[in-house]
């Protein structure tokens, strides 16, 4: 029998399914826990807007209320007590480590109001509210105010917190989605409580998950190294503060320009680099 030769057509098109998986097993490695997460508060917010019409409004009510205390505690948890964690564990580390934990404080505070201002500055509340209009307008749904307090609420809700931080680091760096799948079931009943009540914008929050959480788990991919865990604690701790005011928000005590302070999450980093730069060992130990 004779052996017909392969051809280097069929050798190029092997290489290229080779490579074509490969890429595709990687970018599932990067994002398979924010998919996951895109799906659950997908289907969860579909799920709340086919009964929230049924609902009575005494229901929906409570629902909120109950979310919002949910919130508080979410905001808590990842305000204050994952910053007495990272004070408690971190200042172990520093030479005079009792005003560790004042100095900690007053890089988050730094970052939380640097942040606001930039936000405040970038109108991104306004701009998020003026987004909501416009949809309404195009397309009808629901009020546009309303439209983008469920919007904004949501996409802080599902977005800021501890698990958001640390999944995305995880699933990025490391291929490990464990947190994302646990966050992502959690999104899912909260997106159906939330869309029950706020209506549409909470079902639009999905590409505020799948942009922010995946630049998250992308940028984590790209960098060699990640986070120091002092940054990682000082953005938690910002984005529990900005978990509370969006309690504030859900419970309707007060109207706080919550998406304003968003810029705050992201400048820990920054404070950090800055102060270790101008006086090396006031933030971050010091090798050797």
């Known amino acids: 029998?004779?052996?017909?030769?392969?051809?280097?057509?069929?050798?190029?098109?092997?290489?290229?399914?080779?490579?074509?998986?490969?890429?595709?097993?990687?970018?599932?490695?990067?994002?398979?826990?924010t998919i996951v997460n895109v799906v659950t508060v997908?289907?969860?917010?579909?799920?709340?807007?086919?009964?929230?019409?049924?609902?009575?409004?005494?229901?929906?009510?409570?629902?909120?209320?109950?979310?919002?205390?949910?919130?508080v505690t979410l905001g808590i948890d990842a305000a204050v007590l994952r910053f007495s964690e990272a004070v408690a564990r971190f200042s172990l580390q520093m030479q005079d480590g009792k005003t560790y934990g004042a100095r900690l404080a007053m890089a988050m505070?730094?970052?939380?109001?640097?942040?606001t201002l930039i936000g405040t500055a970038l109108r991104l509340h306004e701009r998020i509210e003026g987004a909501g209009a416009w949809i309404h307008a195009r397309f009808s749904v629901q009020d546009g105010r309303q439209f983008a307090e469920g919007f904004l609420t949501a996409s802080v809700i599902?977005?800021?917190?501890?698990?958001?931080?640390?999944?995305?680091?995880?699933?990025g760096a490391r291929g490990n989605p464990s947190f994302l799948y646990i966050k992502s079931l959690l999104d899912g009943f909260c997106s159906m409580a939330l869309a029950s009540s706020l209506g549409w914008g909470v079902l639009a929050s999905v590409l505020t998950v799948l942009f922010f959480q995946g630049g998250l788990s992308l940028l984590a991919y790209y960098a060699a190294e990640p986070l120091n865990e002092q940054s990682i604690a000082l953005m938690t701790s910002v984005g529990g503060v900005i978990?509370?005011?969006?309690?504030?928000?859900?419970?309707?005590?007060?109207?706080?320009?919550?998406?304003?302070?968003?810029?705050g999450v992201f400048l820990p980093p920054l404070i950090i680099w800055l102060v270790e730069l101008i006086r090396?060992?006031?933030?971050?130990p010091v090798a050797g």
């Open 42 to 71: 997908a289907v969860g917010s579909l799920l709340g807007l086919s009964v929230g019409g049924a609902l009575p409004e005494r229901y929906r009510v409570i629902v909120l209320q109950a979310l919002g205390l949910v919130t």
């Open 243 to 263: 978990l509370l005011a969006t309690a504030l928000l859900i419970l309707d005590l007060k109207k706080i320009a919550v998406a304003n302070m968003l810029p």
């Open 158 to 171: 599902f977005c800021v917190g501890p698990l958001t931080l640390l999944g995305c680091l995880e699933n």
């Open 109 to 115: 505070i730094a970052s939380l109001l640097m942040g």
């Open 280 to 284: 090396p060992g006031l933030l971050l």
């Open 1 to 33: 029998m004779t052996a017909w030769p392969i051809s280097s057509g069929d050798e190029e098109g092997d290489v290229r399914g080779q490579r074509i998986h490969a890429d595709s097993i990687l970018m599932w490695s990067i994002f398979s826990g």
